[in-house]
């Protein structure tokens, strides 16, 4: 009962900071708007144009991203028994797809201008200076934001707050090559490389874009943890001198909620109770490394079990073999690199 309470007050706690992450992403999003709307006006160029477009699908991402945090941090209903999590993932895959439409529409003007079909425009004194201040206080308030949220990200594992940072980092790379390009356009002559950094915004929000939808993706689709949380698990669990084997092991992420269960083969002689407490006590060894994690273990009669029939052969085998058998084949692939 005090564990339960417990697990409710985090997910209380974890929702309320995932909404302030994302109200602060809002506001520093509404604020840029309206400086940037002013420096695109005055400087015509097409880096800070970009960046004013990013800066609007900043406050439409960020909305999203604060009605998917609340949605997730909404407690399990009758109609949804693992809860709302999920709505993380959701918001993090819509995000991906704005910031890809804006990375197009941006790379086409680009192009434009680069193909010299469309307007160029060489900014007075006054305008490259105030795009320079407006993209110097964007990167400041930018780096303030992502310092925020790391810090909320590191207490709650929000994927929706993660992909949120992964767009203000962008941004961050974004204003300083709006810098770049105003000085290059303005005190060198180069007025090509206003629509060239235009490119290279599009490309980098497009990789952004990529990476956050693909993580979603992960997340809808209940992919495994980590091949070394998996690892640190089995090691934690195998440890108790009473179990002798761990088969049929899944898990699966929802938003910032992560779920695990398992079949463990015990001795066939044990009695139910001492089933029961070895499961408490591999649990709480467990949840003392894993807190947040909701575990379900289900105990077989060791060499009496149904794995034989099973058709899945990911469900019969063991789960340290599955897991080493997994490994081997990353490493055989091309391009490998250390996990």
Do not use: C
């Not at 302030?20 to 309206?34: H, K």
């Not at 695109?40 to 439409?60: I, M, P, Q, R």
């Not at 499961?279 to 105990?299: G, K, S, T």
């Amino acid at each position: 009962m005090a564990q339960d309470r417990a697990e409710t007050s985090d997910a209380q706690d974890r929702g309320r900071l995932t909404q302030r992450a994302a109200a602060a992403s809002m506001t520093v999003a509404l604020i840029l708007l309206v400086l940037k709307a002013v420096a695109a006006v005055e400087t015509g160029s097409v880096a800070v144009l970009g960046s004013l477009a990013d800066s609007a699908l900043d406050l439409f991402a960020s909305f999203i991203t604060l009605l998917g945090v609340r949605w997730a941090a909404m407690p399990a209903d009758e109609e949804h028994r693992f809860g709302h999590g999920k709505a993380e993932a959701l918001s993090a895959l819509f995000q991906g797809m704005i910031i890809m439409a804006a990375a197009g529409g941006i790379a086409w003007e680009a192009a434009r201008r680069v193909l010299g079909e469309g307007a160029e425009a060489t900014p007075s004194a006054g305008g490259t200076e105030l795009g320079i201040a407006v993209s110097v206080l964007a990167m400041g308030l930018s780096l303030l934001l992502i310092a925020y949220q790391k810090r909320v990200i590191a207490r709650t594992g929000s994927i929706a707050i993660s992909t949120d940072n992964l767009h203000y980092m962008s941004d961050m790379l974004l204003n300083m090559s709006v810098i770049i390009a105003l000085v290059l356009d303005r005190y060198f002559g180069l007025a090509g490389a206003d629509a060239l950094f235009g490119l290279v915004i599009a490309l980098w929000l497009a990789r952004g874009a990529w990476v956050s939808a693909s993580r979603a993706v992960d997340n809808l689709m209940d992919k495994e943890w980590s091949v070394e949380d998996r690892r640190h698990f089995l090691d934690i669990a195998l440890s108790h001198p009473e179990l002798r084997g761990i088969h049929d092991m899944r898990t699966r992420t929802s938003g910032p909620e992560r779920f695990v269960q398992f079949h463990v083969s015990v001795d066939p002689e044990m009695t139910v109770r001492r089933a029961h407490e070895v499961m408490d006590q591999v649990e709480d060894d467990l949840h003392r490394a894993f807190p947040d994690v909701e575990i379900l273990i289900h105990p077989d009669p060791y060499g009496y079990d149904q794995r034989e029939k099973m058709d899945d052969p990911l469900r019969a085998a063991e789960a340290r073999t599955l897991l080493d058998a997994e490994v081997k084949a990353e490493k055989a692939k091309p391009g490998f690199s250390v996990l």
